[in-house]
């Protein structure tokens, strides 16, 4: 019935089936062919009924492995009607899950058969075997390139069109923003720097950004709130995380609020921004010593229940691998958590920031950091889309508290330039703050 409908009436369905269906959807092979076909033809502007169809079959030599013509007159003389496209699609959309579903749980059965042994790989295994059937942008086999390059071209067009506009998930710093064009979904970010440095305070600074304000496209306006943030914090607590919180947006002293030296009128400020933060789009969890696995399980979970945009991990290094292989080197278990976080980005199709640390040679003879001083593993490097290694200046002159000089390098960028970009920490509000925009 839904081939029927593109081949009398595409001008009215077309764009409604394509965006539903893949030729996978399909059960019936010589289906599959000619969904892709018409697919292809749309592509290249092609005319599309039961004749153009039947030779184009006829040039591509499918004509014979189809059954053309007697397929494409079966499939038009049928009593569907266009009108019902919308329960075509359904119908043909259920099938087709309940066979991904069904493949799903053998692959998963299979599993358990092969890997008794591993009881959490299984079960990330199954997960996300489940969540690939549940999620609404199922994986598709195989796309023509034709269709790749026309979703290439309106990406361009967009880019053209939000010129000198930022596109991805905003830093909160102006160089930062220049040179990546914002945080992209799909991409693994990692953080390093030596510990004590302040690590987790950039994670937090780039957190605030996020969930501050998003770019609506439709109304080509930035509007409140801003992008949903999973934070993963496996060496702070929950409540740590929002005495930080608290204290860098209301501008008052940690220090301070922990020895309980905060004034009235600071206490009431505290409160307001505390009834404002209930409607933050930011979601914390504060397990420690997760593996991989559970970290990807619950990051799927909260991707699922909240629709996060971004993640961010605090840090690398404190996730394990529970496979037979990583047991007794650290350096695979690395890998294995790396690959992991990366895989975990693009499958949610997500910006994840992953906290790491670096070696100890970074402080002999106070060198500046660089890629190699990646800690345990060279594969962080080599899976990461883009490196960012915090680092302290040493200056003569000793700064104020408010305004510690740091370099921002951005080490490493698979699809955009590098260079070092000056920032500075507020010790006082435990906050990084972009010399850019507070010089005016």
């Known amino acids: 019935a839904v081939l029927g409908s593109l081949l009398l009436h595409p ?14 959807d399909f059960f019936v092979p010589a289906h599959r062919i000619l969904f892709d076909l018409i697919r292809t033809m749309d592509a290249r502007r092609q ?43 359904q119908l043909v959309k259920d099938k087709s899950l309940l066979r991904h579903l069904y493949r799903a749980c053998s692959n998963i059965v299979q599993h358990i058969v092969d890997e008794p042994q591993s009881t959490s790989a299984v079960l990330d295994h199954a997960e996300r075997e489940i969540f690939q059937v549940t999620n609404l942008s199922l994986t598709r086999s195989s796309v023509p390139v034709s269709v790749e390059l026309r979703r290439a071209l309106e990406l361009i067009d967009s880019f053209h069109r939000r010129k000198g506009k930022l596109f991805g998930i905003p830093t909160g710093f102006y160089e930062l923003d220049a040179l990546t064009t914002g945080w992209q979904k799909g991409d693994m970010i990692v953080l390093a720097a030596r510990p004590g440095v302040g690590k987790t305070a950039l994670g937090l600074t780039l957190a605030r950004q996020a969930i501050r304000q998003r770019y609506d496209v439709e109304k080509d306006a930035w509007v409140q709130p801003g992008h949903p943030v999973g ?72 991707k699922d229940q909240y629709e996060i945009d971004m993640l961010i991990v605090d840090y690398l290094q404190l996730l394990r691998s529970d496979s037979p292989q990583a047991r007794d080197n650290r350096q695979v278990e690395i890998a294995e958590i790396s690959r992991g976080l990366k895989g975990l980005a693009k499958e949610l199709d997500i910006p994840v920031i992953v906290l790491a640390q670096l070696n100890r040679r970074v402080e002999e ?76």
Request: include cysteine; glycine fraction near 4%.
């Open 47 to 89: 005319a599309i009924d039961v004749l153009t169809v039947h030779q184009s079959l006829v040039d591509s030599k499918l004509a014979a492995e189809v059954g053309s013509p007697a397929i494409l007159a079966e499939l038009t003389a049928s009593f569907s009607s266009h009108l019902n496209i919308g329960t075509y699609l």
């Open 231 to 302: 934070f993963f914090s496996l060496e702070m607590t929950n409540a740590q995380i929002m005495l930080r919180l608290l204290a860098s947006v209301a501008s008052e002293s940690l220090h301070k609020i922990r020895r309980g030296e905060l004034d009235d009128s600071a206490l009431e400020k505290l409160r307001r921004i505390s009834a404002d933060a209930q409607e933050w789009p930011l979601y914390l969890d504060d397990s420690s010593g997760l593996t991989i696995h559970q970290l990807r399980a619950k990051a799927r979970r909260m």
């Open 11 to 24: 001008e009215l369905v077309l764009n409604q089936v394509f965006e539903c269906l893949a030729s996978e």
């Open 365 to 440: 003879g106070k060198a500046e950091p660089a890629l190699h001083h990646l800690r345990e593993s060279g594969a962080i490097e080599q899976d990461a889309d883009v490196v960012l290694l915090l680092h302290r200046l040493d200056s003569e002159e000793e700064a104020p508290p408010t305004e510690i000089p740091y370099s921002l390098h951005v080490a490493k960028q698979r699809n955009g330039p590098t260079d070092k970009i000056p920032i500075r920490f507020n010790a006082l509000y435990t906050r990084f703050e972009d010399p850019v925009r507070h010089n005016g």
